[in-house]
């Protein structure tokens, strides 16, 4: 029966998969410089040096892999089919890369001119997938929660983007902007408004299909992006006007909205049908531990306390949020997505394609979550004591690695599977 | 109308739509297949234009999706 399957609003395999094969390729990236240039991260989240490290994993790793996820997604989990997926791909995919790799380059000291690329094809990739995203978003008949959070994150991701573009544009034309209003705003409008409302919007439909939970009841999976939408929406009226209160309500919408979010995502899981403890569910269980951390943290930065000990509570929260929560879920869901879509492609070209097992074995991804354990340990340890700042961006990026290597060995089989 | 049930909520894909896709053959006008999941079966729907079926799709307070599938009038 199999054989019958057909996936008609699925892209094809190359639309999403060259999002996934670079991602790891910043992550590697991202270990790297933190391994030598941890002194600097460590010591001020606002050195270049920490830029270029939070840009190489938001924009170089994160947005590949969401963006590319996305174009999966839309069609089969929203009903939202995007308009020429591989032309859009063709064009945002080149954009995305090179324009994370002069942005890096520009916080590195290559010279304003890289700034001006960056914000031209950041801007122009990102608004291009946000256009065609939003577009079929729009004319999708799904009922469910899953398309009004979705809605969000890709408008989350246009304010993020817009913001973010306006600071490069600083940087590269010399132009005089407030830098510390906007880069608050683009952090949590790229964090909570984009990256969180995506991964809430995705765990309705994933956690449920491929860990046989229960679902998300209704009412909860209303509130949750309400309250990260008030919480944006308090943080961008209290920064704006200046409004000390508003900020407060901010951070308790925010992290009401993260623990709920967080604490139901593990309690669904404990009450899982499937009682298999893959990779996949391991690593949602540390990225949604890692969240639950963060809330604190974070509350910890916003009183600025201990002052003396503010920058290491900051590089603890990036730590938790960057290098933990949404890498932690990227890499597990990879591990359960390209079997996925690989298994439906091949099942088109034959009768009897390899088991989703086959392609990845559990056993194999085991060892990357293993690295990637370790180097949050060591990273976060870093906080207490840098020289383990070394060894923890060295593991990280080995941890990236392992992932791009297992990608390409499934890529490989693809391909030995189908014909010219 | 009469109608058969398929609770597809604790299966792993693509087992739901296999089910589904077994069951169609054998469902004859004025009945009703009635398919529930945890989520919208966006895939399906395009199969079950293809051959002619009409769904109706509700969503419950608990996340439970209910699909009634009979055949276009």
């Known amino acids: ?420 | 109308m009469s109608s058969a049930v398929i609770d597809a909520r604790y299966l792993a894909p693509p087992e739901p739509m296999e089910r589904v896709l077994e069951a169609l053959p054998h469902l004859e006008r004025g009945q009703s297949l009635t398919l529930l999941l945890h989520r919208e079966p966006f895939p399906l729907y395009t199969l079950l234009t293809a051959r002619e079926f009409a769904w109706v799709t509700t969503l419950g307070e608990d996340g439970t999706y209910r699909i009634v599938i009979s055949h276009r009038p």
Request: hydrophobic share 60%.
């Open chain 1, 1 to 420: 029966m199999s054989a019958a399957l057909s996936f008609e609003q699925a892209p094809p395999l190359s639309v999403p998969f060259r999002f996934f094969l670079t991602a790891p390729l910043f992550g590697i990236a991202a270990g790297v410089l933190f391994a030598l240039e941890g002194d600097a991260v460590l010591e001020s989240r606002w050195s270049l040096q920490a830029f270029a490290v939070v840009h190489l994993l938001t924009v170089g790793f994160m947005l590949q892999v969401m963006v590319g996820a996305l174009l999966q997604f839309l069609p089969v989990a929203a009903g939202a089919n995007v308009w020429r997926p591989r032309l859009l791909a063709n064009l945002v995919h080149p954009a995305l890369t090179l324009g994370a790799v002069a942005l890096v380059a520009g916080f590195l000291g290559a010279g304003a001119w890289t700034m001006q690329v960056a914000a031209v094809l950041l801007g122009a990739g990102v608004l291009l997938f946000g256009a065609a995203a939003s577009v079929g978003l729009w004319r999708s008949p799904a009922i469910g929660p899953t398309l009004r959070v979705l809605q969000l994150a890709v408008a989350g991701l246009l304010v993020a983007t817009g913001l973010g573009v306006t600071l490069a544009s600083g940087f590269g034309w010399r132009l005089a902007v407030p830098f510390v209003l906007l880069q608050q705003l683009h952090l949590a409008w790229g964090l909570l408004g984009w990256a969180l409302m995506l991964v809430v919007g995705v765990a309705y439909l994933v956690v449920p299909m491929f860990q046989l939970t229960p679902p998300y009841a209704l009412r909860p999976s209303r509130a949750l992006p309400a309250a990260l939408l008030a919480s944006l929406s308090c943080w961008t009226l209290g920064a704006l006007a200046d409004v000390a209160w508003l900020a407060w309500w901010a951070t308790v919408l925010g992290a009401a909205g993260t623990v709920g979010f967080a604490a139901y995502t593990l309690r669904l899981q404990a009450r899982r049908k499937r009682k298999v403890t893959d990779t996949t569910l391991r690593a949602w269980r540390v990225g949604m531990a890692c969240l639950l951390l963060a809330v604190p943290v974070s509350v910890l930065a916003r009183l600025g306390w201990p002052a003396s000990l503010l920058p290491r509570v900051e590089y603890l929260l990036g730590v938790t949020v960057l290098a933990g929560a949404f890498p932690a879920v990227i890499a597990g869901m990879l591990y359960k997505i390209v079997p996925f879509i690989e298994w439906m492609h091949l099942q088109r070209v034959m009768t009897l394609p390899p088991t989703m097992q086959k392609v990845i074995p559990d056993a194999r991804a085991r060892w990357q979550w293993r690295l990637f354990v370790a180097s949050l340990v060591l990273l976060a340890g870093a906080a207490a004591w840098a020289p383990l700042a070394v060894p923890g961006g060295l593991l990280f990026a080995a941890a990236c690695a392992l992932l791009e290597w297992h990608l390409l060995r499934a890529v490989q089989l693809y391909r030995s599977l189908t014909p010219r």
